[in-house]
């Protein structure tokens, strides 16, 4: 949950989540950002309902530095064909260019 949380970046969108959880691996979302709290690695946004952050932002960045650069390529642009917004989409898309770019595989 980490990992996917990661993608999102610093502040994620518990919903955006549930887009990019494998369908060959279920997770409930709920359950696993409740660890998370009581772990204190994410807290829950009092501002917005459904988003988190993560407690510190060397957390997200070894987590997200932790998951191969094509599978962040891919969960990127599945985030930005999600649609969470045109700057985000655009975000999720330019990053997904470059991490392909980085591999060297096509679209990038």
Do not use: C, W
């Amino acid at each position: 949950m980490l990992e996917l949380a990661s993608i999102q970046g610093a502040a994620f969108d518990a919903r955006s989540l549930d887009d990019l959880v494998p369908e060959d691996r279920p997770l409930d979302v709920d359950a696993q950002l409740v660890q998370l709290i009581r772990r204190e690695l994410v807290r829950p946004d009092p501002a917005a309902e459904q988003r988190y952050s993560f407690r510190h932002p060397l957390v997200r960045d070894v987590v997200y530095a932790s998951v191969p650069k094509q599978t962040r390529a891919e969960l990127h642009e599945r985030l930005a064909s999600a649609g969470p917004g045109r700057a985000a989409a655009r975000f999720h898309r330019d990053q997904a260019r470059n991490l392909r770019a980085e591999l060297g595989l096509p679209g990038g």
